[in-house]
């Protein structure tokens, strides 16, 4: 699956790395050059050098074959135009945008993205749902879309306990995108082995949750 990020801040490459590492197609686009460099060589990815807004950059970057575009700069103003332009111009199935300010979103939603995500709502989605249901918690991270973030803590009884990341048959639409081991957050890889008191978060469909839930937690009730 070819997923196209515009925006290479600490959020963006962090999220093409572990991407690329889950064995999706990933490119990016970056203004800055030192970074575009750094991040083609630490992530192993296509990174391409240009203005995001840029229509010819983003056909450049492979805009046309993504089914995802994901606008992560830190200016909504450029957020809104990049997923306006995928989906009037080349006809991204799936937008999401990075919201610096959370009083944008109902902005963004009404011109046609997606999905929007926003470090402020995630921090009150947190507060929200601090109790577990049935040892995974749920934050909505996308308002109003069908992309939710999973936490689980990993048991001795889990079926993963011991197992390496890249050995996990995780839901198809499914993205572990950190776990924390030992009060160490770590960005998990193939290699990456999970433990039991590890603490995992994922990036799933809706429908998905249940088939994560088994996947993590074996057969509950």
């Known amino acids: 699956m070819h997923i196209l990020i515009v925006g290479g801040g600490r959020i963006g490459s962090n999220l093409a790395r572990t991407l690329r590492q889950s064995d999706h197609q990933v490119g ?3 203004r800055d050059e030192g970074r575009c460099r750094a991040i083609a060589e ?3 990815i296509t990174v391409i050098h240009g203005d995001g807004t840029d229509i010819d950059t983003l056909r450049d970057a492979g805009a046309g074959e993504a089914k995802y575009v994901v606008a992560l700069t830190g200016r909504d103003e450029e957020n809104l135009v990049i997923c306006q332009l995928a989906k009037s111009y080349f006809r991204a199935p799936l937008t999401i945008a990075r919201v610096n300010n959370p009083k944008n979103q109902a902005l963004f939603k009404l011109l046609g993205v997606d999905a929007t995500v926003s470090s402020t709502a995630l921090v009150a989605q947190m507060i929200e749902n ?7 918690r749920i934050f909505s991270v996308f308002q ?6 999973a936490e689980s803590e990993v048991t001795a009884a889990s079926p993963v306990v011991g197992r390496a990341v890249s050995q996990i048959r995780l839901p198809e639409e499914c993205v572990l995108i950190a776990l924390v081991h030992n009060g ?18 994922a990036l799933v469909r809706r429908q998905s949750l249940d088939a994560l839930e088994r996947v993590l937690l074996g057969e509950t009730k």
């Open 42 to 44: 630490d992530a192993g």
């Open 130 to 136: 601090t109790l577990p249901l049935n040892g995974m």
């Open 184 to 201: 160490r957050m770590i960005f998990p890889r193939g290699p990456t082995i999970l433990n039991a008191g590890d603490r995992v978060y």
């Open 144 to 149: 109003e879309g069908d992309v939710e973030m």
């Open 28 to 30: 990016l686009v970056e």
